[in-house]
């Protein structure tokens, strides 16, 4: 059994070092119930902290065999803290989750299990060789690009499989990244590949006491087949569930989030006269990305538009001009545009990052400005202007904006989530 993993991360998002932010007991019941396995043997959860998750699956399956493992030695024992009687089927063990060899540490086979929790921290452990050999074994190691960008969230679903039996099932509450970054497009479609991945539901933010983290219920078969179509959810704050949109596996594997699938393509709420659906990446001839980070903004030596300078609402049928007092002349403009990234008359300014980003649309009219790094402007012909400012103006357009953006503490949206949006 070890004991400390205190100064062995890498700076995280999350301000606890391990990664402790507890499941409520809404959320581990909701996670259990999806779960469609009647009587299994052997139920596992890796990181059990306070023992929501396996308190709930306690209760659902009585006769299991329940093992629970935390590293945190100070975490209040599972079963203990939620039970008058102490289970007697219960065995936990304070140890490395992430240790290669956990399976004889903790008296299990590999590939035995039958139902497995889980929510991991959400941390960056400084990197280990034997957190390479966990991802092979689990099948994940061709997925990155860099075997470092493995968080302790893909480390723990990775040990999960590996202790997993064929067909055995894992509930899991996954972060934001590994369900919509780009970065981890391909861990998606080999989990969607090898294994199948029943359903996904999108948890509402500040489900978790202390942080705003998106969060994500999953449900997923070890080697149950390879993933055709994945269920989608989304949970309200009240608990209630959503209804299910359906996504074949090419969609699932650039996003797994409901928000996202449910706002493209809009056709459906479309009236019969309005124009065909069209992706921005038919619209939108470039997106210029300002050069001027926040920081040189105060020296530079003219006005940058950034994120403070984008008009209120002007209502629905009101246009948000950029101020004259960002314009620059037009010699001024051409010895600039040389050195810095300049929008220009026509162009559509919005924020690049920040959890307001949706509401932030401006039109360029005066003249050419300079704009911060925080603004992308979207150059479009006369053809689609007036359609794609109404559209980003719009609730349409706040949603879909809103759904393509991601990251925790800061928001933020990329040019290949823009030219995906559809209006
Ligand atoms: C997000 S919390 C979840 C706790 C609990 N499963 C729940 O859902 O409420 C993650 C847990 O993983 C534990 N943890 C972090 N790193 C660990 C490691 N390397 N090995 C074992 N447990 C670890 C933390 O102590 C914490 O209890």
């Known amino acids: 059994m070890t004991g400390s993993i205190s100064g062995l991360s890498r700076p995280s998002q999350t301000s606890d070092p391990r990664g ?40 659902r399956w009585q006769d299991a065999k329940l093992v629970t493992v935390d590293v945190d030695c100070d975490a209040p024992r599972p079963m203990h803290a939620s039970h008058a009687t102490p289970r007697l089927k219960h065995a936990h063990f304070v140890h490395d989750v992430l240790d290669e060899a956990l399976s004889d540490r903790i008296g299990l086979k590999l590939g035995t299990v039958d139902v497995a929790v889980c929510n991991p921290p959400y941390i960056r452990p400084k990197w280990r060789s034997e957190f390479g050999k966990i991802l092979e074994d689990a099948g994940l190691s061709g997925a ?17 499989l590996r202790l997993l039996r064929n067909n055995g099932k894992l509930g899991l509450i996954l972060p934001d990244g590994l ?33 705003e983290a998106q969060t994500y219920l999953a449900v997923l078969t070890k080697r149950g087949g390879e993933t055709g179509e994945v269920s989608l959810k989304q949970m309200g704050a009240d608990g209630r569930l959503s209804a299910t949109i359906q996504v074949g596996q090419d969609a699932a594997v650039k ?9 493209r393509p809009v056709s459906s709420l479309r009236s019969c006269d309005s124009p065909a659906p069209m992706s ?19 020296s530079f030596p003219m006005p940058v538009f950034h994120l403070g300078d ?49 509401n932030q649309v401006a039109l360029v009219v005066h003249g050419p400005c300079v704009i911060s790094d925080c603004i992308f402007a979207l150059r479009t012909t006369d053809n689609y202007r007036e359609r794609l400012y109404r559209f980003l103006e719009s609730d349409m357009g706040r949603l879909a904006l809103g759904s393509a953006a991601h990251g925790v503490a800061a928001r933020f949206i990329s040019k290949s989530n823009l030219f995906d949006i559809h209006f």
């Not at 369900?179 to 489900?207: K, N």
């Not at 996003?255 to 996202?260: E, H, I, K, N």
């Not at 040389?338 to 959890?355: E, F, K, N, S």
């Open 20 to 59: 402790r932010y507890y499941t409520s007991p809404l959320v581990s019941q909701s996670l259990i119930e999806r779960i469609d396995v009647s009587q299994p043997k052997l139920v596992l959860e890796l990181g059990s902290g306070a023992g929501s998750l396996c308190s709930a699956a306690a209760k």
């Open 144 to 160: 990155l690009t860099s075997l470092f960008d493995a968080g302790a969230d893909l480390l723990f679903l990775a040990q999960n």
């Open 179 to 211: 369900v919509t970054a780009e970065r981890f497009s391909r861990v998606r479609q080999t989990l969607l590949r090898q294994h199948f991945v029943q359903q996904v539901v999108q948890l509402p933010r500040g489900v978790f006491k202390g942080t």
């Open 255 to 263: 996003r797994l989030d409901f928000a996202f699938h449910a706002s």
């Open 280 to 298: 921005f990446r038919q619209a939108v001839t470039d997106v210029v990305r300002g050069s001027i980070c926040s920081s040189a903004i105060p």
């Open 310 to 358: 984008f008009p209120k609402p002007m209502g629905e049928r009101g246009v948000r001009i950029v101020p004259k007092r960002f314009t620059l002349g037009a010699r001024t403009a051409q010895r600039m545009a040389h050195d810095v990234r300049l929008a220009i008359p026509g162009d559509i300014l919005i924020a690049r990052v920040g959890r307001s980003l949706a």
